[in-house]
């Protein structure tokens, strides 16, 4: 299974928010920090927020920020909205299938209990758990991050 690269940029997205909690970040300095285009981060922000995990604010002093508390955002939910829209298999697909086995194959029942058993690995973990007490991560995306994230890197650097 290869995740897409729309959740691969939301889980930059939120990883960056999560790291940058009390202000508003732009999709400018997301874009930057996490190697992403800005026109894919315009995309996936507004999916996001659509889906209620980030705010987005417009106008000048605007940008985005999480739609609720990191330890409220789990990390299978956020896969399962973009991920299970795209066909694992092509047996998958209603319009594009063309495979002439999907009635007899058993392969689609193997393809979707693997896909579940992914997903539910995904579900224990929260988008806290990923950047709390991460100083690695901090260091990297964030000037300030999550109080945890501060005292990591400050300990880190002692």
Known sequence: MRVTKRTNIA????????ANPGRLVTKHEIAERCNASENHLAQVINQLAQMGFLHTQRGRNG??????????????????????????????????NTCPLTEACRLRSAL???????????????????????????????????????????????
């Open 112 to 158: 979707t209990e693997a896909a579940n058993a992914f997903y539910a690995t995904l579900d224990p973990i929260t988008l806290d758990s990923l950047v709390c007490n991460n100083a690695a991560l901090i260091n990297i995306i964030s000037a300030e991050g999550c109080s945890a994230g501060r005292r990591d890197a400050s300990l880190a650097n002692a």
């Open 11 to 18: 889980m930059r997205v939120l990883m960056y928010c999560a």
């Open 63 to 96: 940008g985005l920020e999480l739609g609720r508390p990191a330890a409220d955002i789990v990390i299978g939910d956020i896969f399962r909205a973009l991920e299970q829209p795209v066909p694992l298999a092509e047996c998958f697909a209603d319009v594009d």
